[in-house]
């Protein structure tokens, strides 16, 4: 019985995640209780214990006396996690440089041949998939399943602050150049060089998120001061 409730609540865990990444339950937003299991046509003690396994991960916060909310993700978590998901991303490359076999070597390319051509047409969405089929790949080739571990729960909440790095001016030119240093270290068998290779990559995606950041935040300026002035004319 005890199996049943545990692949019930995983499974109300893993559809709230979709809500979430989805856009249907959107940053800062309450976590309807009642709502929600009508939705998802649950009773309320999996959809308890999916909420507890979400918290665990960062997705949702629980607040005392109000409930369950949404978590944001702020500046300043994005500033602490990426030079920690960059150590262990780096960490991956340099694990992954020496476990790697031919046909690992293989994949990779074809992959990469991929990364190219998105970059090529400027597609990003297909740019996104072919990055992360990289980044899984490089993953499960270190073969360490702490690291694969970590990495998946430091993810989670990236993902969870929708980020469009490829969306600022430059960045999809840049990060293809990145991605290739980091493969030729991977050939040429440099796990040091393939390690650093990857932790710049994470670092220059965080200074893209900054740079998108900025931008947007003058472009609120001036459309506030551009209402002020609309105000004040009429």
């Known amino acids: 019985m005890s199996g049943h409730v545990n692949s019930m609540h995983d499974q109300v865990a893993q559809q709230l995640r979709d809500l979430i990444f989805g856009g249907e339950l959107s940053p800062g937003a ?22 507890k396994v979400l918290t665990a991960e960062g997705l949702i916060r629980h607040e005392p006396r109000r409930g369950c909310f949404v978590n944001q993700v702020s500046e ?14 780096g960490r991956c490359a340099f694990e992954a440089t020496q476990q790697a076999t031919d046909a690992d070597i293989a994949t990779l390319d ?7 051509d998105s970059a090529a047409h400027g597609l990003i969405p297909q ?13 499960a080739m270190a073969g360490n399943k702490w690291l694969a571990q970590v990495i998946g729960d430091l993810r989670k909440i990236l993902k969870l602050a929708r980020l469009q790095q490829l969306n600022a001016p430059g960045r999809l030119s840049q990060s293809l150049n990145e991605h290739m240093v980091i493969f030729a270290a991977l050939k040429a068998r440099d796990a040091e060089g393939a390690d650093a290779a990857m932790r710049n990559h994470l670092t220059q995606q965080r200074e893209a998120l900054r740079l998108l950041a900025r931008q947007n935040k003058s472009r609120i300026s001036v459309s506030n001061l551009e209402q002020v002035k609309h105000g004040v004319s009429t």
């Open 110 to 116: 074809v992959l990469h041949h991929q990364l190219e």
């Open 127 to 139: 740019y996104y998939a072919a990055n992360y089929a990289i980044h899984e790949a490089i993953i």
């Open 30 to 51: 309450f976590v309807d209780e009642t709502l929600l299991c009508e939705q998802l046509a649950v009773s309320r003690t999996p959809l308890r214990e999916a909420l």
């Open 76 to 89: 300043q978590d994005l500033d602490e996690i990426f030079p920690v998901i960059a150590l262990l991303e």
